[in-house]
């Protein structure tokens, strides 16, 4: 698609040039790399480099275990996880979610040092064909006639591309220039960390787990590190923090939000840190639009969440796995272009939201302590209509799996809790071949692009206000559509012969098929 790299001359042109490499950059160029583009990864540091955000998800272990990177992460030494312990929601006790409880593919996951994780990503990128250039830092993003046409590096020298990938971290270089970022009043913290050596974990089987204690001025958390290092933090109120920091300083400041907290105070003790504490802004926000001529937005350049469930790396590679299919199919299949960028924003948004609402539903019901802090936060933002509230932190997300947990713990508003009991599988009893079914209202079937094999296609989804795109096979989209036609007046049984005879297919190979699929969407209310 591109003319020939031309490597150490002053002007390059690719196909795709990454910004950033970072999970989600490294991740974005080794799938586009693979999909058989010439990609340009620029980062400005050279790694290894550290990095704050240790804690992974084990949906993030899917995502690297498809780019064929897990091997090499799984050898690395890093401490398992099996969960995550906290002190917080109705009251102050400590108890814990466990991976396995709801993901049987990976039952653990890591606590990473990134400055390891993150080169053993790059490097990653680099044997898959992606031409990796560390040291060099972005000026701006050229544009011309609206389309971004490649980069600017500091020195001066451009690299030319069909496509900008911004995956730049909170630099958010895109989104700067182009005035899209969007501040969150929501989530208003910053946190101070630093490293400990030799501190005590939590007893087995939760030694590698993270620990949250929410305290009076915020939460801190404490995670287990490979080599007997401790990662140790606090996250504080953007305006009170910085005005404790200016009085006593960081390292004091971090010392007396530990001493404040028992269970974390009781782990650290009286131990120092192996280097100054270092700070680091907090505030959510989300970029205005996350595509647009010639560019896409992921990781932490296009939107930033409160990282309470260790949500950055995450929402970093899967994002990186969405824009991937989204450059391939914009370079290779211009009119389905525009739809693959809306559908791009559509998945991405939902994971975002899904994150932001699960964490402001949580703060909003922590009653383990009382204080101005707390208060603030239940008192503070956008209140949603608790169904509407509940979908978003429900959704969007299957392969975390621990929403429901997580937010029974916490102390909500009435409405909200029912909404949550009254979002469980239903349980279809009977035959189902001999349902009548139809469409939950605010459903319609759509035809848009889907995420494929590596890139958006033109297909069908079930698509509704508060919901995820639910993608459909041609079969079972073709079965939703006479569902959709003739409500309620026709059985499952009788919808699967005529899909069938029109088909030219045997009855007995379709209807077990349709059958399922009514299953299934009867148990998740996308019938009824």
Not at 117 to 134: K, P, W
Not at 214 to 242: E, F, H, M, Q
Not at 263 to 280: D, H, I, M, S
């Amino acid at each position: 698609m591109a003319n020939e790299i031309r490597r150490g001359a002053a002007e390059l042109r690719c196909d795709a040039v990454v910004i950033g490499g970072g999970p989600a950059g490294s991740t974005v160029s080794t799938l586009l790399a693979r999909a058989g583009l010439r990609v340009v990864l620029v980062e400005r540091e050279r790694f290894p480099r550290p990095h704050i955000g240790e804690s992974l998800l084990p949906a993030t272990l899917a995502v690297l275990d498809m780019i064929g990177v897990l091997p090499a992460v799984e050898a690395a030494g890093f401490t398992k996880k099996a969960g995550a312990t906290m002190s917080w929601g109705r009251d102050d006790s400590l108890w814990t979610w466990y991976f396995r409880e709801t993901n049987r593919r990976f039952p653990h996951s890591y606590q990473v040092d990134r400055a390891r994780f993150d080169h053993i990503l790059l490097e990653h990128s680099r044997a898959s064909g992606v031409d990796v250039r560390e040291g060099m830092g972005v000026r701006e993003v050229s544009f011309q006639d609206g389309v971004a046409r490649g980069i600017v590096l500091e020195d001066g020298d451009r690299i030319d591309a069909d496509m900008v990938v911004d995956a730049s971290g909170q630099t958010a270089l895109i989104a700067r220039q182009l005035g899209h970022r969007v501040w969150d009043p929501l989530f208003r913290n910053l946190a101070v960390y630093a490293y400990f050596e030799d501190c005590a974990h939590l007893s087995a089987p939760d030694d590698g787990n993270i620990l949250i204690e929410s305290y009076a001025n915020g939460w801190l958390w404490k995670i287990p590190l490979a080599g007997g290092v401790s990662s140790v933090g606090a996250v504080v109120d953007r305006d009170a923090g910085t005005r404790m920091i200016r009085q006593v300083g960081l390292h004091r400041f971090l010392q007396e939000q530990v001493a404040a907290a028992p269970r974390t105070r009781e782990l650290v003790g009286e131990r120092l840190p192996n280097a100054a504490p270092l700070a680091t802004r907090d505030w959510s926000y989300a970029a205005s639009t996350l595509t647009g001529p010639g560019y896409v937005l992921i990781g932490d350049a296009a939107c930033f969440v409160d990282p309470l469930f260790s949500t950055g790396v995450h929402l970093a590679v899967s994002a990186a796995h969405l824009a991937a299919a989204y450059v391939v199919t914009a370079l290779a299949d211009a009119p389905l272009a525009a739809e693959a960028a809306v559908a791009f924003e559509r998945l991405y948004r939902t994971q975002y939201e899904h994150f932001h609402e699960l964490a402001r539903l949580f703060y909003a019901g922590n009653r383990s302590v009382d204080s101005y802090f707390w208060e603030a936060r239940r008192l503070t933002g956008e209140q949603r209509p608790p169904r509407e509230a509940f979908v978003r932190a429900v959704s969007g997300q299957a392969a975390a799996g621990y929403e429901t947990s997580v937010l029974s713990r916490a102390a909500l508003p009435e409405d909200v809790t029912a909404a949550l009991h009254a979002a469980k599988p239903l349980a279809v009893v009977g035959e189902v071949g001999e349902k009548r079914p139809a469409l939950a209202p605010g459903l319609r079937l759509v035809r848009t692009a889907v995420l494929g094999e590596g890139r958006f296609e033109n297909g069908y989804a079930l698509r509704g206000e508060q919901r995820v795109d639910l993608p459909l096979s041609p079969l079972i989209a073709h079965f939703v559509a006479a569902v959709e036609r003739h409500p309620r007046q026709r059985t499952v049984a009788a919808l699967a012969a005529r899909i069938a005879e029109e088909n030219g297919l045997p009855a007995e190979r379709v209807l077990p098929t349709l059958a399922e699929a009514a299953r299934l969407m009867l148990r998740d209310r996308t019938f009824v």
